[in-house]
């Protein structure tokens, strides 16, 4: 089946990096799938990005949710060509034995579990329909570890390993960008 398709499913879209870079799409005549946990923030980005006249889906939640990663399957079915995982948390700035089980969690299910389980479910998509590409939003520190930023590091090092999933369907690519 032909690449057709221009849909991309930018996680973290109603601000910051992840809104740039929808906008880009969009400006490049990319219907747009926003992501955000913040509604207010998402209808201000679908605002912003509609001038470039394409259609943008929302789905408002967060990624530890279960229910959220299976609204932005859903809504990608027979449309998707790009996944960019930006979604992440910040680093907590705290030595290892300073951080609680909470805290640790939250990392490891913000920033690197919630990726793999959309990643999991998109890439089949992408398989079935013999296109796509995927790309995982990274930070240095997945690279070149940081005092206080053990689990941090641990969790964008992982987001880099995704990288490696099989690279056996054609027009299918899976990008890093640190």
Not at 25 to 34: M, R, V
Not at 151 to 171: D, F, M, N, Q
């Amino acid at each position: 089946m032909p690449d057709t398709n221009k849909c991309v499913l930018v996680t973290a879209s109603s601000k910051g990096l992840g809104k740039s870079i929808a906008n880009v799409f969009a400006e490049n005549g990319y219907d747009i799938i926003l992501h955000g946990r913040d509604i207010n923030k998402v209808k201000e980005t679908k605002q912003f990005i509609q001038k470039n006249k394409v259609k943008t889906y929302e789905v408002i939640g967060d990624l530890r949710d279960k229910e959220v990663i299976q609204s932005l399957v859903d809504i990608s079915k027979n449309k998707i060509t790009v996944l960019v995982n930006n979604a992440a948390i910040p680093c907590y700035g705290l030595p290892l034995e300073k951080m609680n089980n909470d805290k640790i969690m939250e990392s490891l299910e913000s920033n690197l579990i919630s990726a793999i389980l959309l990643t999991h479910k998109i890439y089949s998509l992408m398989k079935e329909q013999g296109f796509g590409s995927i790309i995982n939003i990274n930070s240095i520190v997945g690279k070149e570890p940081k005092k206080f930023r053990s689990i941090h590091s641990a969790t964008k090092w992982g987001l880099r390993l995704l990288r490696s999933l099989e690279y056996v369907v054609s027009k299918l690519e899976i990008l890093g960008v640190s």
